[in-house]
């Protein structure tokens, strides 16, 4: 393996942890008193469609996770998908 190799492979890693980490908090946003905005009903709504969103932002760079995770936290407090 090559040093650039290498290199895409711990970018790749963080890239999965951070979207994990995100995957992780919106579950536990999910699971609080007014998190049920985030639960889908089907595919397509809007809490599956924020679900999807959500995630499409974060790379390996952890501020798009925390940026990712603070939106939604701002959904649930504010009961509203769009701030995802």
Known sequence: MT??????A????ATINDIIAV???YLNASQQASG?????QSVGDAAYNAAVAVIHGVTSDP???NVAITGII?????????LI
């Open 3 to 8: 040093a650039a190799q290498y290199q895409e």
């Open 10 to 13: 711990q970018t790749r890693q």
């Open 23 to 25: 995957s992780l908090g």
């Open 36 to 40: 049920g905005i985030l639960n889908a």
């Open 63 to 65: 501020t798009t996770a």
């Open 74 to 82: 701002n959904a649930v407090d504010y009961q509203n998908l769009t």
